[in-house]
């Protein structure tokens, strides 16, 4: 009986709905009327790029694609094929308005997809890293080669930030009807100004750089720090077997390092960052090892030791004094950027090595001046 009656209320109130249903919807087809031609025109051309369908995606990198602007996705490098897809798979447009003259219009549209700018700084910054790695200054501009592979791993993520972007496209008509005009103002809306942003020198700040450039030497190896300060054999005396200090050192410093960037001063394209480097504590090194030798000193065997044993035993208690002293020492230092009009470059490294290396150098004359 419950159901019955439930029954009987609702053959009451579905017409009710249907009637406000239906009213909404003349409501609603009358605020919003049918798409002009050159409307339609944009619609269409807009949605060949949702679909991928056809031409246009070499927009994205005109010169470096070596395609022109109508270039189709047929025609981009294969490597590119799914770089392009994965940048267009979250494109959406909606139309504004227009204005119509006798032969051509203006149509405003709103086109949202992956921001560009925040692409264009994981692009720059992954082209960075990759030079630095190779031990070569910051690239100029990207060739389709580094970028379709470098697009192609960012955007292959979940959650990419979003942005969206207004152009007002131009819409010529001709005996075949209304066509989208190729031009400024479409690249840049399906785009979404990444061209652009990839050659602005100032896409990243001087501190975007830095980062860049000190983080890769938290992945290296003891083998490829010694590589990177260019310091083979940097406890040589007259051993043979000196390697050992080395070693011990630099897999040390490699447990040991970080960084934190503080102060950054720009004016205009030169710029100065102050960063703290966290190393071994060298002069606390060098003092256990002179403590050592000193020790040594005082024994028989060494009053009979020849040079070459002398040597030997040098290099075994530095090896010794490197790997017990465990604490770390942070060293303060200023790195000098200039932009070359391309990016910011690091103009000076002067008192890096030294500090990544635990103040060698104050190590050293501390060292000589006890001796």
């Given at each position: 009986?419950?159901?019955?009656?439930?029954?009987?209320?609702?053959?009451?109130?579905?017409?009710?709905?249907?009637?406000?249903?239906a009213a909404?919807?003349?409501?609603?087809?009358?605020?919003?009327?049918?798409?002009?031609?050159?409307?339609?025109?944009?619609?269409?051309?807009l949605?060949?790029i949702?679909?991928?369908?056809?031409?246009?995606?070499?927009?994205?990198?005109?010169?470096?694609?070596?395609?022109a602007?109508?270039?189709?996705?047929?025609?981009i490098?294969?490597?590119?094929?799914?770089?392009?897809?994965?940048?267009?798979r979250?494109?959406?447009?909606?139309?504004?308005?227009?204005?119509?003259?006798?032969?051509?219009?203006?149509?405003?549209?709103?086109a949202?997809?992956?921001?560009?700018?925040?692409?264009?700084?994981?692009?720059?910054?992954?082209?960075?890293?990759?030079?630095y790695?190779s031990?070569?200054?910051?690239?100029?501009?990207?060739?389709a080669?580094?970028?379709?592979?470098?697009?192609?791993?960012?955007?292959?993520?979940?959650d990419?930030?979003?942005?969206?972007?207004?152009?007002?496209?131009?819409?010529?008509?001709?005996?075949?009807?209304?066509?989208?005009?190729?031009?400024?103002?479409?690249?840049?809306?399906?785009?979404?100004?990444?061209?652009?942003?990839?050659?602005?020198?100032?896409?990243?700040?001087?501190?975007?750089?830095?980062?860049?450039?000190?983080s890769r030497?938290?992945?290296?190896?003891?083998?490829?720090?010694?590589?990177?300060?260019?310091?083979?054999?940097?406890?040589k005396?007259?051993?043979?077997?000196?390697?050992?200090?080395?070693?011990?050192?630099?897999?040390?410093?490699?447990?040991?390092?970080s960084?934190?960037?503080?102060?950054?001063r720009?004016?205009?394209?030169?710029?100065?960052?102050?960063?703290?480097?966290?190393?071994?504590?060298?002069?606390?090194?060098?003092?256990?090892?002179?403590?050592?030798?000193?020790?040594?000193?005082?024994?028989?065997?060494?009053?009979?030791?020849?040079?070459?044993?002398?040597?030997?035993?040098?290099?075994?208690?530095?090896?010794?004094?490197?790997?017990?002293?465990?604490?770390s020492?942070?060293?303060?230092?200023?790195?000098?950027?200039?932009?070359?009009g391309?990016?910011?470059?690091?103009?000076?490294?002067?008192?890096?090595?030294?500090?990544?290396?635990?103040?060698?150098?104050?190590?050293?004359e501390?060292?000589?001046?006890?001796?």
């Amino acid at each position: 009986m419950k159901f019955m009656k439930t029954l009987r209320r609702n053959k009451i109130r579905f017409p009710i709905l249907a009637a406000a249903f239906a009213a909404a919807a003349v409501f609603f087809f009358a605020r919003s009327p049918f798409l002009t031609p050159p409307e339609k025109a944009v619609s269409e051309c807009l949605s060949e790029i949702e679909d991928l369908d056809s031409g246009s995606a070499a927009v994205l990198f005109p010169d470096s694609a070596g395609g022109a602007q109508g270039t189709s996705l047929s025609d981009i490098p294969e490597e590119g094929k799914e770089a392009v897809r994965l940048f267009f798979r979250n494109f959406s447009f909606r139309i504004l308005g227009s204005t119509s003259e006798d032969a051509g219009a203006s149509v405003r549209v709103e086109a949202s997809n992956v921001d560009a700018a925040w692409l264009a700084a994981q692009i720059r910054r992954r082209q960075l890293a990759a030079a630095y790695a190779s031990g070569t200054d910051a690239p100029a501009e990207a060739s389709a080669a580094d970028l379709f592979p470098i697009m192609k791993e960012i955007l292959n993520a979940d959650d990419l930030p979003t942005g969206k972007i207004t152009e007002t496209l131009s819409v010529s008509r001709n005996a075949d009807g209304w066509h989208v005009n190729s031009d400024a103002a479409l690249k840049r809306l399906l785009s979404g100004g990444l061209p652009d942003a990839l050659k602005d020198p100032f896409l990243l700040k001087p501190e975007d750089v830095l980062s860049v450039y000190l983080s890769r030497y938290s992945f290296l190896s003891p083998e490829e720090w010694e590589k990177a300060l260019s310091s083979s054999d940097l406890f040589k005396m007259a051993s043979e077997k000196l390697a050992a200090p080395d070693e011990t050192l630099f897999r040390k410093i490699s447990e040991l390092y970080s960084y934190s960037i503080g102060e950054v001063r720009t004016e205009g394209n030169v710029a100065s960052v102050s960063v703290s480097i966290t190393s071994v504590d060298m002069p606390e090194i060098l003092a256990a090892y002179r403590k050592k030798l000193v020790s040594y000193a005082r024994t028989a065997a060494s009053i009979s030791a020849g040079q070459d044993e002398l040597s030997d035993v040098s290099s075994s208690l530095l090896d010794e004094a490197i790997s017990e002293v465990k604490q770390s020492k942070t060293s303060s230092i200023t790195v000098s950027l200039e932009n070359d009009g391309n990016i910011w470059q690091i103009t000076d490294t002067s008192g890096l090595t030294n500090a990544l290396l635990g103040d060698i150098v104050s190590a050293a004359e501390a060292f000589a001046k006890e001796g």
